[in-house]
C-alpha cells in the first residue's frame, strides 16, 4: 500500500499544500518562500529518501516564523497519515552525523506520544535572512504533529548553517530508518499493540 499523504492548511496567516511519499527517491518540488527553509526541506527529503512536494505562501512581511513552523505543523501530520498503522516499521531511528566541524545526533521514536527535548544552540542569531530560533521551532511543530519522540542533539559545532544542516540531514535519517519496513516485524512494534495514540 502506498503510503503517501497530502494536507492542505489555510489560516489568516498561511496557505500551504504538502504531499509526502515516504517510500520515495527524494524528489522535491519546493517553494516556501523562505530560501533557507527550501534549502532545508531539500535536503531533508534527500537525505530521509522522500518524495516532498511543499507549495506555501505565507505573512512574509512579519517574519518567517508563521510559515515555518506551518509547514512543520503539515510535515508532521503527512507523515502521521501517511505511516497509517505502522505495522511491521522499525519505529526507532537514530543518527549521528557529521557536517564539517559539527557533529549532531537525533533520536527518534514514532510512538504515538509526543515530546521534543533539544540540546542545541546557534553561534548566531541569523543564517543570511533566516532566524536560527526556527529551527527548534519547526522540530517541534514536526514532532507534536507525527506523534514521535524526537531528541537532537549538538555535540559540537561551530558554524550556523552547517549546524542546521546537520539536524536537518540527521532527523531524516533517523526517520527513513523508523519508517523501514522490518521483515521480522509482521505487527505493530509494540506491547501494547498500538502505536497510534
Known sequence: MARTATIKRQTGETQIELTIDLDGTGQVDIDT???????????????GCFDLTVKATGDLDVDDHHTT???????????????????GITRYGFMI????????????????????????????????????????????????????????VLNH?????????????????????????DPRQTGVPSSKGTLTE
Not at 532545508?40 to 534527500?46: G, P, S, Y
Not at 557536517?99 to 553561534?123: C, H, I, N, Y
Not at 549546524?163 to 530508518?177: C, N, P, V
Open 33 to 47: 518562500g523562505v530560501g533557507f527553509l527550501n534549502h532545508m526541506l531539500t535536503l531533508f527529503a534527500k537525505h
Open 69 to 87: 513552523e506551518d509547514i512543520g505543523i503539515c510535515l508532521g501530520k503527512a507523515i502521521h497519515q501517511a505511516v497509517g498503522d505502522k505495522k
Open 97 to 152: 552525523l557529521p557536517m564539517d566541524e559539527t557533529l549532531a545526533t537525533v533520536a527518534l521514536d514514532l510512538s504515538g506520544r509526543v515530546w521534543f527535548e533539544q540540546k542545541f544552540a546557534f553561534p548566531t542569531e541569523k543564517i543570511g535572512t533566516f532566524d536560527t530560533q526556527l529551527v527548534a521551532e519547526f522540530l517541534q511543530a514536526l514532532a507534536a504533529n507525527a506523534l514521535m519522540n524526537l531528541h537532537v
Open 157 to 181: 559545532g561551530q558554524n550556523s548553517h552547517h549546524i542546521s544542516e546537520a539536524i536537518f540531514k540527521a532527523t531524516a535519517r533517523a526517520l527513513r530508518q523508523a519508517l523501514t519496513n
